[in-house]
């Protein structure tokens, strides 16, 4: 089964690759490997909640947390699909690296990036395996509370 297939059979349709804010760009293949920009949970081309994550009021909760960044994995995939033409390149997910803005108290920050390594297992299976760092921040581009940027293998 290929990723397109793979996604469809999971009801999720890739987005068109985001915009930059600033100036980079998305993605870089360099040999087999391309490596994302960091990439924020933009959905419909805008960010659905701003702030800090924890717990308590004026928060964003941690397993919300975690579905934006599942929502980064996939403008991630956009973004590689991009530079190589298709998400069916890829073979295999190297390296996540994800980023949490977080109230001063929040350690949790291993879990909210769950999110996204929990959806390349569901899409790419073992392929999705992969090495990774979650890192609390003080805060974001545009007040993100979430950042996502992968390395991965692809097919020449």
């Known amino acids: 089964m ?19 804010v600033a100036t980079y760009i998305p993605a870089r293949k360099s040999g087999n490997l391309v490596y994302t920009s960091g990439q924020l949970p933009f959905q419909d081309g805008r960010l659905p909640i701003t702030g800090k994550v924890g717990e308590g009021a004026g928060l964003v909760p941690p397993e919300l947390a975690g579905d934006l960044a599942r929502l980064c994995c996939l403008n991630a995939l956009a973004a ?11 073979t295999r997910i190297v390296k996540v690296v994800g980023f949490v803005a977080s109230d001063p108290s929040f350690t ?12 390349l297992g569901e899409v790419f299976g073992e392929a999705g395996m992969h090495a990774r760092s979650a890192v609390g921040v003080a805060v974001l ?4 509370p979430v950042e996502v940027e992968l390395i991965v293998e692809v097919a020449n």
Do not use: C, M, Y
């Open 2 to 20: 290929t990723v397109t297939q793979r996604l469809a059979e999971l009801g999720i349709t890739l987005p068109p690759a985001p915009a930059p």
């Open 80 to 90: 590689i699909a991009g530079v190589t033409g298709s998400v069916d390149s890829i």
């Open 108 to 119: 949790g920050q291993p879990g909210v990036i769950n999110g996204a390594s929990e959806f």
């Open 141 to 144: 581009p545009l007040d993100s």
